[in-house]
């Protein structure tokens, strides 16, 4: 045969096999990746585009915050907790103040107990804006991040006021809050709602029922309730598959019962009850409720000393109890034991995002790569938390 | 249903290996034999007016002599909770896994695995999970003494093995 051009021949010699013959393709996602909101590390295998399997490796961020609890008095153990899930810390720590006042039998003052219902909404609505910024970032849209932040930044403020900290609060203490609310601070709170309850209509003009948007996250990843229910997930994850189950109205703390609020459920109005779309609507119902909580709490809150109960020495008498609130990433369990001693003997955080991220090897099979980033988001996952 | 009830549920069906049950504290727990959690946690889940569809929490912890599991049950449908537990010794610590039941149990196995050395007997995938694979022992117990160092990284700092001795 007559060579035409200065090619080597060998590369002609190529065998391909038939029928074609590929091979699984491992992939590491993270540790250091945006989409994984953190370090986490997720080992994929994929054929081409397809994800066969995916493994969740984590501990990145372990901090060994069990262990430091068993050396710490009581008191000392809020900050620590707050560093949980540092989106949400006015939850984490109203959780284990909660648990250990119902060991030591201790009633709260009314207007403590106000201001921990003002906090931890409004906290709660601080971290589903970060939830909707970032989930704007996995899918693609960058602007909505800023909406998020701008709003976030005035809760920040206000917490910045009533707490001196900016992420992490140390404001709720056994017994009550750390400081009383200064002067002007509910009107300001008041002012605050009225300015983010028309924002709602501006994140779904741009996000929520935005075309791309839409098909980038309805009928992707879908969780069945009773899948739901049986990896144990939580909170707005276990709403969105249309599960009607809210601690706060299902097994009533604080003074929740005294509210009037909705829990927002998965509909499937894009798509499949279950779907990442789900997942993210049922955030931005819930800022709405939230914002009512808030402003119910403020017309209610009674005069008073909210430092009035706060013990000066904390004693919990030997026992063990197990409870649990709604974080906004949903269950957050303290399950603690005392010896009566100065310090818990033992102290398990049953983390909601640890059991939410647990179900991604489940719906990630037989997704794109893509779409994985978008389930991912939609899990709404903190590492802090998982790691603890 | 009262937490009297489930345990009277319990005994008829399971007699022997059904320990303890103590109503005096905060949460009544009901104490159940390590190697017979599997069928129990069945019972629990499968039985039409039990129902314990949502395992809440899984925690190991050390109770000094033995290792202990706590199961924090909850039931959806009918709002009731339970409190079980059992205890295996640190010579042998086995206990049935529950992760085929409750895929809730399966990451919190594993850290009860990572943390205490507690081994889940026909777990899927019994690996560490917050520490790294080649860790030595397990932090959580009391009697923990950690590493100096892993991989070259020092672990203790030198000052605060000083500040330990002054407290002892």
Same mark, same amino acid.
């Given at each position: ?5 200065? !090619?080597?021949?060998?590369?002609? @010699? ?7 013959? &590929? ?22 295998? &994929? ?9 969740? %490796?984590?501990g990145y961020l372990h901090r060994t915050f069990?262990k430091h609890? @068993?050396r ?38 009314? $207007? ?95 996000? &929520?029922?935005?075309?791309? !948007? ?64 789900? $997942?993210? %609507? ?32 904390? $004693? ?17 369990? %303290? %399950? ?53 | ?8 549920? =319990? ?43 949502? =395992? ?15 199961? /924090? ?6 709002? /009731? ?33 990572d943390l ?6 026909? /777990?899927?995938?019994?690996?560490r999970?917050l520490l790294p694979d080649d860790w030595e022992g397990h932090p959580l117990r009391?009697?923990y003494q950690p590493p100096k160092s892993w991989h070259g990284i020092p672990v203790t700092l030198a000052n605060e093995e000083e500040q330990d001795g002054?407290?002892?």
């Amino acid at each position: 045969m007559a060579q035409t051009n200065n !090619f080597p021949e060998t590369r002609f @010699e190529l065998e391909i096999p038939d029928p074609l013959k &590929t091979d699984e393709f491992i992939l590491n996602m993270g540790p250091q990746h945006p989409s994984t909101h953190g370090v986490l590390r997720v080992l994929l295998k &994929t054929d081409g585009e397809i994800v066969e399997s995916a493994t969740p %490796y984590i501990g990145y961020l372990h901090r060994t915050f069990e262990k430091h609890a @068993e050396r710490m008095t009581w008191p000392q153990v809020v900050p620590y907790v707050d560093r949980m899930d540092y989106l949400a810390s006015m939850n984490n720590s109203l959780g284990y103040a909660l648990a250990v006042e119902k060991m030591m039998g201790l009633e709260v003052n009314e $207007r403590a107990q106000y201001l921990r219902i003002i906090v931890s909404e409004l906290n709660r609505i601080a971290s589903h804006l970060v939830f909707l910024g970032t989930y704007g970032l996995d899918v693609g849209a960058f602007t909505p991040f800023l909406y998020g932040f701008r709003e976030r930044e005035r809760i920040i403020d206000l917490f910045e006021e009533i707490s001196g900290g900016r992420l992490l609060y140390n404001y709720i203490w056994i017994g009550g809050v750390a400081f009383d609310a200064p002067d002007g601070w509910l009107e300001k709170v008041n002012e605050f709602c009225d300015y983010f309850e028309p924002k709602i209509k501006e994140y779904n003009d741009l996000l &929520t029922f935005n075309k791309i !948007f839409i098909e980038r996250t309805a009928n992707v990843g879908v969780i069945p309730a009773d899948l739901a229910i049986n990896y144990g997930l939580s909170g707005p994850t276990l709403r969105g598959s249309g599960v009607n189950f809210d601690l706060r109205k299902n097994d009533p703390y604080c003074i929740y019962d005294r509210f009037d609020f909705n829990v927002c459920i998965g509909k499937g109005e894009q798509g499949t009850v279950g779907d990442s779309w789900d $997942r993210y %609507y049922v955030r931005i119902e819930e800022m709405v409720e939230s914002a009512k909580i808030v402003r119910q709490a403020v017309n209610q809150i009674p005069d008073g000393d909210a430092k009035e109960t706060v013990p000066r020495n904390v $004693r919990v008498p030997a026992g063990e109890i197990y409870f649990r609130t709604e974080t906004p990433r949903g269950e957050l369990g %303290y %399950y603690i034991v005392s010896d009566g001693g100065k310090n818990p003997v033992r102290v398990k955080v049953r983390a909601p995002a640890f059991c939410n991220l647990s179900i991604l090897p489940a719906v990630a099979r037989g997704t794109m790569v893509a779409d994985l980033v978008a389930i991912l988001g939609s899990l709404d996952i903190v590492l802090g938390e998982i790691d603890r | 249903m009262e937490a009297k009830e489930i345990y009277q549920r =319990l005994k008829d069906a399971f007699q022997d290996d059904i320990l303890e049950f103590n109503a005096e504290v905060l949460q009544p727990f009901i104490k159940i034999s390590p190697d017979k959690t599997e069928e129990i946690a069945q019972f629990l889940r499968d039985k039409d007016d039990l129902e314990f569809d949502y =395992l809440m929490c899984l925690s190991g912890l050390d109770l000094g002599e033995n290792l202990g599991v706590v199961y /924090h049950l909850y039931s959806m449908k009918f709002n /009731h909770k339970i409190v079980l537990k059992t205890e295996v010794s640190k010579e042998q610590p086995n206990v049935n896994s529950v992760a085929n039941i409750w895929r809730t149990a399966d990451w919190h196995e594993r850290e009860a695995y990572d943390l205490l050395g507690i081994n889940f007997v026909n /777990h899927p995938d019994l690996r560490r999970i917050l520490l790294p694979d080649d860790w030595e022992g397990h932090p959580l117990r009391k009697d923990y003494q950690p590493p100096k160092s892993w991989h070259g990284i020092p672990v203790t700092l030198a000052n605060e093995e000083e500040q330990d001795g002054a407290n002892e």
